[in-house]
Structure formats: structure tokens, C-alpha cells
């Protein structure tokens, strides 16, 4: 998820709204992998990816679409693009 961040001036600013988003997606869906991915060095983007594995594709899409509308949900932020990729036992 590529994430645009409010009222944010510091990349400490940063950190105190990323890992309060980090936690809250870890502590709902306890069964996710979640971590800041991307725009490290920039104080008002973040990019956060989450990963989950699953027996179905589609429990995986609904996993995955709950995690984004945790994030979304916040209104300090602003979601600018969420991207899913599904893996499969065929690929390599």
C-alpha cells in the first residue's frame, strides 16, 4: 500500500503514525505478516506491505482487503494505491 501521510514533518513524526497503523493491522489479523516497505528515507510517504498465506486465493483477497480498509480507514493518512499479488504452488 502506497500511503500518503498528513501533518507529518520529521521521519520521527513518521514513525509515531506508521507503527501505531503496523500494530493495529498485526493485532487484528494476527495471522499477517506486516512491515513498512518503501519510502524509508521520506517523511510524508510511507509504502506498507502485508502478506498472508492461506489455502484458498480467495480467503487471501479477503484478508487482504480488510487489511486495506484498516488502513484507509484512518484519516491522517491518505491511501494512494494498494496492490495485491497472489502466489500460487505452480510458481516459481
Known amino acids: ?3 500518503l501521510l498528513g ?4 521521519l520521527k513524526q513518521k514513525r509515531s503514525v506508521i507503527r501505531p497503523l503496523i500494530a493495529e493491522v498485526q493485532r487484528r489479523f ?4 506486516v512491515a513498512e ?3 524509508l528515507d521520506l517523511h510524508r510517504r510511507a509504502e506498507i506491505g502485508v502478506a498472508v498465506v492461506s489455502a484458498s486465493a480467495a480467503n487471501c ?3 487482504l482487503d480488510a487489511c486495506e480498509r484498516v488502513v484507509a480507514y484512518h ?4 491511501l494512494l494505491s494498494a ?10
Request: aromatic share 4%.
Open 37 to 39: 516497505t518503501g519510502h
Open 75 to 78: 484519516p491522517e493518512i491518505e
Open 7 to 10: 501533518d507529518v514533518h520529521s
Open 83 to 92: 496492490r495485491q499479488r497472489l502466489f500460487n504452488d505452480h510458481e516459481e
Open 1 to 3: 500500500m502506497d500511503i
Open 30 to 33: 494476527p495471522g499477517v505478516a
Open 61 to 63: 483477497d479477503e484478508v
